[in-house]
């Protein structure tokens, strides 16, 4: 068991060294991972379009259900 904690003590320190480093990197580098508007809106375009033709195509499957059957 204490070869367990020690292992656990020993990650925790690695951990927290690792997030400190992390930590002074973001405030010496202050806009990394920023994303423009323009991804944003080229994003929300995309999932628009691609939700709109599945539904374009729902709706024809719909309704040309009972004639696409007997072929």
Do not use: F, H
């Not at 904690?5 to 973001?26: F, N, S, T, V, Y």
């Not at 929300?44 to 729902?58: E, P, V």
Request: hydrophobic content about 50%.
């Amino acid at each position: 068991m204490k070869a367990l904690g020690a292992r656990a003590c020993g990650a925790l320190q690695m951990l927290a060294m690792r997030l400190q480093d992390q930590w002074r990197e973001a405030s010496r580098r202050p806009d990394r991972g920023d994303i423009s508007i323009t991804t944003v809106i080229i994003w929300a375009a995309s999932i628009t379009g691609a939700i709109l033709i599945a539904g374009t195509i729902a709706v024809v499957i719909k309704k040309y259900n009972g004639l696409l059957t007997g072929l």
